[in-house]
Nanobody, 122 residues
Framework: QVRLQESGGGLVQAGDSLRLSCAVS????????MAWFRQAPGKEREFVAAITRDSFGQNYANSVKGRFAISRDNGGNTVYLQMDSLKPEDTAIYFC???????????????WGQGTQVTVSS
């Protein structure tokens, strides 16, 4: 059974940092590109960042470029999202997802976690 479990969310103030983790089991982790998406209240889920199987390639939404960094540990079957200089508009539920290829499109992702809440106060 495939499982993606996010952790590390919480309530922080603007300018603070958070590191999200996503522990993956039930699939060959290093065969999948990984990504983070987010969904703010009343909005559609949107792409945040993605990373190739070998970590050589990353892709970021313009809204987080320069503030967020995606990384992965293939030995530990975990993908991370380091979030710095957080803004109130980063408030959302953050989801990790696995795909056969690097993509910014939600439909390309086969497996999803349940999400972790990030709230940034001003």
């Amino acid at each position: 059974q495939v499982r993606l479990q996010e952790s590390g969310g919480g309530l922080v103030q603007a300018g603070d940092s958070l590191r999200l983790s996503c522990a993956v089991s039930g699939l060959t982790f290093n065969s999948y590109a990984m990504a983070w998406f987010r969904q703010a209240p009343g909005k559609e889920r949107e792409f945040v960042a993605a990373i190739t199987r070998d970590s050589f390639g990353q892709n970021y939404a313009n809204s987080v470029k320069g503030r967020f960094a995606i990384s992965r540990d293939n030995g530990g079957n975990t993908v991370y999202l380091q979030m710095d200089s957080l803004k109130p508009e980063d408030t959302a539920i953050y989801f990790c997802a696995a795909s056969g290829a690097l993509s910014r499109l939600q439909d390309e992702y086969d497996y999803w976690g349940q999400g972790t809440q990030v709230t940034v106060s001003s």
